[in-house]
């Protein structure tokens, strides 16, 4: 079981990292392998639509893209963290989601002509546990976890959820303080559980 946790904001060591750092300390200590990867070092360039990866089944820019969709294709869970940017997720991780979910669903897809409908066949997503998160100093969780949860619902992903929505509050004034969000923690610590329990009964 391997699960690899994403920390979307642009700042390193700051509130997303350690939220997603937090949910993967508690799956790997129950036995899962676990990788944090953070965007803050990583070069992602948007998405150009270019629609290279209809026909190449990959991504025609070049850069830390690559290393991190492979990984991404190999884990069996997701924990997809963001910094509420503007009441939006980061854009880093946008680029990142966009170049993944295209890639992804034309790795899976053949593209049709205008006069036929689309047959999915799956991506190369599929079936593999999402667990969003969002952090604000304040407010607009609701449409970042919405944008993560659409990019999960529309790329075949299993969704996990937790026994609140999965937010925190911390970062006035530019403080590194999710863990003083104890109620914030709780909910991790229920939706670790969750993403547990649903990789044991994918693994049956
Ligand atoms: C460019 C920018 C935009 C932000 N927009 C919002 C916002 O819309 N709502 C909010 O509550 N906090 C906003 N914040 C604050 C961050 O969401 C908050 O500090 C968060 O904890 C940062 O996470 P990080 O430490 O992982 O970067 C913004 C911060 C930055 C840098």
């Not at 070069?43 to 820019?61: D, F, L, M």
């Not at 940017?85 to 002509?113: N, Q």
């Not at 075949?156 to 006035?172: H, N």
């Amino acid at each position: 079981m391997k699960a690899i946790g994403i920390s979307g904001s642009p700042r390193a060591k700051g509130n997303t990292e350690y939220l997603v750092d937090f949910v993967l300390s508690k799956l790997s200590a129950k036995g899962v392998d676990t990788e944090l990867i953070t965007l803050s070092d990583k070069s992602i360039a948007p998405c150009k639509a270019c629609y290279h990866c209809v026909k190449e089944k990959g991504c025609s820019t070049k850069d830390d893209f690559q290393a991190i969709f492979a990984k991404m294709c190999s884990a069996d869970a997701l924990v997809i963290g963001s910094p509420v940017h503007h009441a939006g997720i980061a854009g880093k991780l946008k680029g990142l989601l966009d170049r993944t979910g295209f890639v992804s669903r034309w790795i899976g897809s053949e593209m049709k002509r205008a006069d036929e409908n689309y047959q999915w066949k799956g991506t190369a997503l599929s079936r593999k546990i999402l667990a969003p998160i969002t952090v604000a100093r304040r407010t607009g969780h609701t449409f970042a976890l919405a944008q993560l949860l659409l990019w999960g619902t529309v790329n075949d992903l299993i969704i996990v959820s937790a026994d609140y929505w999965p937010m925190a509050l911390a970062g006035t004034a530019g403080a590194v303080d999710a863990e003083s969000d104890r109620e914030g923690l709780t909910i991790m610590e229920h939706l670790a559980d969750n993403i547990y329990f649903l990789l044991e009964k994918l693994q049956k």
